[in-house]
């Protein structure tokens, strides 16, 4: 299983990044999808999700409004488009893919990608 990130960037305050996802080793479609953030000296802490048939999202309220995840079930890919992008918003940002089997959840993480914004 693979899950690779990348879109990271350094970027001025105002600026704009998409991040992407490629997934493979497992049945894309069948997993709802998400980006987590983790700053430095703080938990990860869920940025943006999308069900497995991209019908349903769900945004934390900080990026409501300037965050838009999407996905690509034919690529296997999933996004993370970041407009008018703060200094707050400084992390690496992780793909996170999981579904529930009849007895366990199944998840796997990317390896990050740094996104760094300048005042």
């Known amino acids: 299983v693979h899950l690779v990130e990348s879109g990271g960037g350094l970027v001025q305050s105002g600026g704009s990044l998409r991040l992407s996802c490629a997934a493979s080793?497992?049945?894309?479609?069948?997993?709802?999808m998400s980006w987590y953030r983790q700053a430095p000296g703080k938990e990860r802490e869920l940025v943006a999700g999308i069900s497995s048939d991209g019908g349903s999202t769900n945004y934390a309220d900080s990026v409501k409004g300037r965050f838009t995840i999407s996905r690509d079930n034919a690529k296997n890919t999933v996004s993370l488009q970041m407009n008018s992008l703060k200094p707050e918003d400084t992390a690496v940002y992780y793909c996170y893919a999981a579904t529930t089997g009849w007895t366990r959840v199944y998840s796997y993480w990317g390896q990050g990608t740094q996104v760094t914004v300048s005042s």
């Open positions: 080793g497992f049945t894309f479609s069948s997993y709802a």
